[in-house]
C-alpha cells in the first residue's frame, strides 16, 4: 500500500511540469524553454518513485535482490534483537542461579552443621534412653513379680471373702433372718473351693438351733410383771399374725401354743411356715409341732414340713377355728368405737369361731363386752360365766365382769374384779385407766394398782 502511494506521487510529480511545459510551447510562452528543465528534474524525482518495486528487485550479486536483503536485514536484526534479550535472560539467570548456588551452599553449610548437632544429640539421647532402659529393666522384673503375686494374693483372697460372707451369713441366720440361710444354702451347692466352710456353717445353724430343740423357750406373759398369765389359743394366734414383729412376740407365741397344746393350732403354724422369714420362729414353729402332732421334724426342716401338711391338711382335728375371730380382730383394729351395725357384724364374726371352738376364751370376752354395749347385760353375764367355767384365772374375765357391775351400779364387785384383773396381769392397770368405764372409780382408795406397790 506504501508503494502504491509512492508511485502515485511520482506520476503526480512527472505528468504535472510536462502537462505545463506542453500548455507553455503551445501558449508560447516565454518561460517555456525553462519548463523543459523542470521536466527534466521531475522526471528525474518521480521516475524512481515509480518504479521503486523494481529497485528493489534487482539483483546484486553475492547478496539478492534489495528487497530480498532488505527483508533478511529485517529479519537478521529481529533475531539479534531475540538472542540479545535471551542472552540477557540467561545472564540473569545465570545471575539468579548464582545467587541460588550461594544461597543453597550457604544451606547446606547451614544443615550439614544442623545435621551434625541433631546427630550429637541423638547420640545422647541414646546413652541416655540405655541408661533409663537399665533403670527400667529391674522394675519391670519387679512390677511382673508383683503382678504375679497380686494374682495369687487375689486367687487365695476370694476363697477368704466368700469365707468372711459365710460367717456373716451364718451370723444373721443365728439372729433369725431365713433370707441369709437359704443364701448360705446356695453357696453350699456352687463353688467347691468353699463348699465344706459352708457345708460347716450350716450345721453350726442347725446345732444351734437344734440344742433349743428340748427347751421351752419365752412364752407370752405379762408385759409389765415379766409373770407367766394364761392366755386362751385365740389370743395366742392373734398375737402371732397381728403384733408388730419387732416387737418379737412371735417367737413366745409359738411357744405358748405348745404349752397349750390345741390341736387347732396346727393348721395356723403350718399355713404360716412357708411365709414367715424369722428362722428363731420357724425353729420354733417346728419343735410346736412335733409336740402337737406328735410326729419327728429334724430342725429347721421346712420342706418336710410341707410334704407331711400336703397329706395330712384334710385332717379335722388339725382344722382351725379361727378364721371368724381374726376377721373381728381385723376390723376392730383402727377403729375407737363401734356403732351397733358394726357390732352386730363383729359379733356374727365371733360366733362362728365360738361355736367351732368353744375354748376361744378371747373371742367369749369380746362378744360378752359387746353384748353389754347393747345393754344385754344377761346375756354378756352367761358368756362371761362360760369362760369362768372353762378358766377361772383368765384376766379378761375379771375385767369384762368389772364393767358389768359398773353398767349394774354395783361399785364394790366392780372395784373387787377389777382388784383380781390386775393381780393377774399388772399391764391391765393401763387399760383400766384409759376405760371411759372406770372413770369414776379412779379415785376410789380400794382400787389397788401395781404401780402404787413399788
Known sequence: MKDTILQIIGLIIIVTPISITIW??????????????????????????????????????????????????????????????????????????????????KLSTEAKSLYEEISNKNILADKELKNISNKILPLELKAKSLSTLIRKIRKELLPLQEILKIQQLTTAAKAGSRKDYEELNKISTKDPRIQNYANTALRDIFFYFDSQKNTEGRLLGDFVSKKFIEYSVDEVIDIYHNKDPSLDFQESAIN????????????EICDSIDKEQNLRVIARMIRALSILTGEYFDTLDI????????????????????????????????????????????????????????????????????????RRLDDAEIELKEVENRNNNYRWLYFLKAELFVWRENYDKAIESLNRAMEISFELETSIKTSPVFKNLLENPQLKFPSNKK
Request: with cysteine; aromatic share 8%.
Open 256 to 267: 405358748t401354743l405348745a404349752i397349750l397344746k390345741r390341736d387347732t393350732a396346727v393348721q
Open 24 to 105: 507553455c510551447f503551445i501558449r508560447l510562452k516565454p518561460y517555456a524553454k525553462s519548463m523543459l528543465y523542470v521536466c527534466l528534474i521531475s522526471v528525474f524525482i518521480g521516475l524512481p518513485l515509480i518504479i521503486i518495486n523494481r529497485i528493489t528487485e534487482i539483483t546484486v550479486g553475492h547478496v539478492g535482490t534489495i528487497k530480498t536483503a532488505t527483508k533478511q536485514v529485517t529479519l537478521d536484526a529481529e533475531e539479534v534483537s531475540k538472542l540479545r534479550k535471551r542472552i540477557e535472560a540467561q545472564s540473569a539467570t545465570i545471575d539468579l542461579v548464582a545467587q541460588n548456588s550461594t544461597d543453597a551452599k
Open 303 to 374: 420342706n418336710a414340713v410341707k410334704t407331711w401338711w400336703e397329706k395330712d391338711t384334710n385332717k379335722e382335728k388339725y382344722k382351725s377355728f379361727y378364721k371368724g375371730y381374726l376377721e373381728a380382730r381385723t376390723y376392730m383394729k383402727g377403729r375407737s368405737s363401734l356403732s351397733d351395725k358394726e357390732s352386730k357384724y363383729v359379733i356374727s364374726l365371733l360366733e362362728k369361731t365360738i361355736e367351732m371352738d368353744p375354748a376361744a376364751l378371747h373371742a367369749r370376752c369380746i362378744r360378752a363386752s359387746l353384748l353389754t354395749n347393747f
